[in-house]
């Protein structure tokens, strides 16, 4: 049995990773999947509390059910979002996307 | 609160009669409504209803005038009182609204009612297609109804309010035909005239409330028997009450318009300036009686303008032309005689007089209407020979004639001659003013002959002096000469109720206790007969037999006949001395007023709000509301410019606001531990 520490290492290098992605990327595209990154770092953390723990209603893997549905439903969003910028503007670059600002 | 007037009151009981006296009063009234409301529509024009109520209240009369006098040969008895409470204003203050029926009230119920449904009557057959028909009727019920509800108040207030009733009415039915600039200022003379004395009334009543605390004549009458009243006070009050009394029954100096009032449709001379409203005054002075007996400043004040005003009215009578004004200035006279025998304290000859005069006198008025109708002028110089032509109207009119002068045995001589006897008795006494009311009431009596005897010549005998082809006289309709004859027969039997005798039948109606009854004096009785025969025979003689030509007015009494001729030039001193300065100061006053008060109070207050509203505008609107409207806006404004610069829309900026943001609660969630 690897130690949960390991597992935790792993979750927070990808959540900075998603994060990194996030703050850093101008392509929105790009930005989506860092989002789906960091929910994925979430979702291990989850499972691998799930697995220490020993919870026998197995609550962690039902919540990282639940947050890969919505992540998918998020993800068909934020591309339809997209792609709808997209058709406006030939860009999906976010800078250029600056119109509700001052 | 149901009073008998009695010393010993088991001794009589209240006829069931007395309780409904009032409808006496109230009929007219509703009259008057459904003549106004409802008269147009009926084929009479309003003036079966008139007829009827007036019917109606004499009706009632009788049996109440009956079962009261009959009671008042009862010992101790002076009559009923019934009231019910009017107005409250506390727990004990009110108003009442009462009937007082008295011997001189029950006198005054058969005068007023009878005589209105005379006119009443008459007026059908004289009114006959006026353009104010109706209203004429609705006028005359509203006067009958104040004119009872005057007689037959029990407190001073509802008699003032009858007291004005009648006067209204009289504005309005002199200033009946208000279409010519004359009739309407003869109304208006008619009311402020009358109005003058009514404030002096006015005051005696309010003087009388605060010495007595009441209104009602009943009360007002016990406090001044059982001496409660200072004796100052009381001639105050007496002399207050008469201003009243000579306004409405046009004694000197406030006489001047009551000849102006002939105006009016005859029928009304008769109904209002001759047998009711002019005695109100008279009528008023009996019933306070025992105030003006307690005072005899006040009772020789009485006496004496009433014996002017009988000298210089009669006086006048003689040289009017037209035959209204000699009805006018002898009703004046006639009035003056019951002021005066009042003042000399013949209580019972004076009320007397009320009754007798009432009868020939609305008979000489409607039979000159008679007479105005059938040659459509006033004058006596359009008149004259009239003798066969109106049979019927001359007979009456000789039988009212011979009664006004005073002849044995119609009402005149009886009233009269009791009033000259009282005067006698008080000359006799020692009065001085006793001997000058009877000296003028013997040259009164003398004129009052003469001027009838002139009326009589000039206008039915000697030859047609009207316009013969275009007047055609003829006897008057049947409405009209029905009340003639009633009157007429009335003016002979009328004074029989006073016949000598112990007792005398009116006297025992009427009479004030505190004074003797003069019992029957012959040697009196004959001296005022040849007085008037005297005074009869040179009017006589003058007028009609023509033996007398003199040319009055270049004769050495020509000055005399001029100053007559002008009524003593009072009119023009009012007019001068009084009507125009006041009326043009007032004018200008008011003016000047409107000018510089009103205008300038006006113009104060606009200029006073228009500095407030700028004071609020400049102080209040500008720098607080506004200001804080304004720095809301200014806040906002700040706020915003310093904000906008976060709104950059640049998404990674948000984001990276947004980890600093978690990251910053979690470490502050880690390490402070909220």
Redesign the interface.
């Known amino acids: 049995m690897m130690p949960v520490t390991w597992v935790l290492l792993l979750s927070a290098f990808l959540f900075s990773v998603g ?1 990194y992605g ?3 990327r ?1 392509n929105a595209v790009l ?1 989506l999947m860092s989002i789906e990154v960091m929910l994925t770092a979430v979702n291990i953390n989850l499972v691998a509390f799930n697995a220490m723990l020993k919870d026998v209603e197995m609550m962690g893997q039902i919540f990282a059910l639940f947050i890969i549905t919505i992540a998918a439903a998020e993800i068909g969003v934020g591309l339809a979002i997209v792609i709808l910028i997209y058709r406006n503007r030939t860009t999906v670059t ?2 250029e ?6 | 609160m149901v009073r008998l007037l009695a010393a010993e009151a088991h001794e009589v009981a209240v006829p069931a009669m007395i309780d409904w006296a009032w409808l006496i009063v109230a009929v007219p009234y509703v009259s008057f409504f459904l003549i106004v409301f409802l008269g147009k529509r009926l084929p009479g024009r309003g003036h079966e209803i008139g007829i009827g109520a007036t019917a109606i209240s004499f009706l009632l009369s009788v049996p109440v005038f009956a079962s009261t006098i009959s009671a008042l040969g009862t010992e101790g008895f002076h009559g009923f009182e019934k009231s019910i409470r009017w107005l409250q204003f506390g727990d004990n203050e009110f108003l009442e609204l009462g009937m007082k029926i008295d011997g001189l009230t029950v006198v005054m119920l058969i005068v007023v009612t009878f005589v209105s449904l005379m006119v009443h009557i008459y007026s059908t057959g004289y009114m006959h297609g006026d353009r104010r028909y109706t209203w004429f009727y609705a006028a005359l019920s509203l006067f009958t109804g104040s004119m009872l509800n005057l007689v037959m108040a029990n407190n001073l207030l509802q008699l003032l309010v009858g007291w004005e009733g009648v006067g209204i009415c009289s504005y309005f039915l002199i200033g009946h035909w208000f279409e010519e600039r004359e009739n309407s200022n003869a109304a208006i003379k008619a009311f402020i005239t009358t109005r003058i004395g009514d404030v002096g009334f006015l005051f005696g009543v309010f003087v009388l409330f605060f010495a007595a605390g009441t209104f009602n004549i009943t009360e007002i009458t016990e406090a001044v028997e059982g001496g409660t009243i200072a004796a100052g006070v009381l001639t105050a009050a007496a002399v207050l009450l008469f201003f009243g009394a000579i306004g409405k029954s046009a004694q000197v100096p406030l006489h001047v318009w009551l000849p102006d009032a002939m105006a009016g449709p005859t029928p009304v001379s008769a109904l209002i300036h001759a047998a009711t409203m002019v005695v109100a005054g008279v009528y008023l002075v009996a019933r306070m009686f025992t105030v003006f007996h307690a005072s005899p400043v006040a009772l020789d004040e009485v006496a004496i303008i009433g014996s002017i005003t009988m000298l210089i009215a009669a006086l006048l009578a003689l040289v009017q032309d037209d035959i209204k004004r000699v009805l006018a200035y002898s009703t004046i006279s006639q009035l003056a005689y019951m002021i005066a025998g009042l003042g000399i304290s013949a209580y019972t000859g004076a009320v007397f007089h009320i009754w007798t005069h009432a009868w020939f006198k609305a008979l000489l008025f409607l039979g000159a209407g008679s007479v105005i109708h059938a040659v459509h002028s006033n004058n006596m110089s359009d008149m004259g020979g009239l003798k066969d032509k109106m049979p019927i109207t001359y007979r009456t009119y000789m039988v009212g004639g011979f009664a006004l002068a005073g002849f044995f045995p119609l009402a005149g001589f009886f009233s009269k001659d009791e009033i000259i006897l009282g005067a006698f008795m008080q000359a006799r006494a020692g009065h001085g003013v006793g001997w000058f009311v009877f000296i003028t009431m013997i040259v009164t009596a003398f004129l009052t002959a003469c001027y009838v005897a002139r009326m009589l010549a000039l206008t039915f005998f000697g030859k047609p002096k009207y316009d013969t082809g275009h007047v055609h006289p003829h006897e008057s309709p049947g409405s009209m000469t029905t009340p003639l004859i009633l009157l007429a027969i009335l003016s002979v039997v009328g004074g029989w109720v006073g016949l000598p005798g112990e007792p005398n039948l009116f006297a025992n109606w009427i009479h004030f206790e505190a004074l003797e009854h003069h019992p029957f004096n012959l040697a009196i009785a004959i001296f005022s007969m040849i007085v008037a025969i005297a005074g009869f025979l040179t009017g006589w003689t003058i007028f009609r037999g023509g033996r007398l030509k003199i040319d009055i007015v270049r004769s050495p009494f020509g000055w005399f006949y001029r100053l007559l001729e002008n009524k003593y030039y009072l009119d023009d001193i009012y007019m001068s001395a009084i009507v125009r300065p006041i009326r043009d100061q007032i004018s200008k006053f008011a003016y000047w007023t409107n000018q510089n008060v009103l205008d300038g109070l006006v113009n104060v207050t606009g200029m006073a709000t228009a500095a407030l509203g700028r004071g609020a505008y400049d102080k209040i609107d500008q720098p607080l509301i506004d200001g804080a409207v304004n720095g809301v806006a200014f806040g906002a404004d700040v706020a915003g410019r310093g904000l ?2 976060w ?6 900026g948000y ?2 606001v947004l ?1 600093v943001g978690i990251v910053a609660f979690v470490l502050a969630f880690i390490f402070i531990r909220i």
């Not at chain 2, 709104?647 to 990674?652: A, D, E, L, T």
């Open positions: 994060v996030v703050l850093a101008r930005i976010v800078d996307v600056s119109l509700m600002k001052w | 906008k610069f709104q950059s829309g640049n998404i990674q984001a990276g980890f």
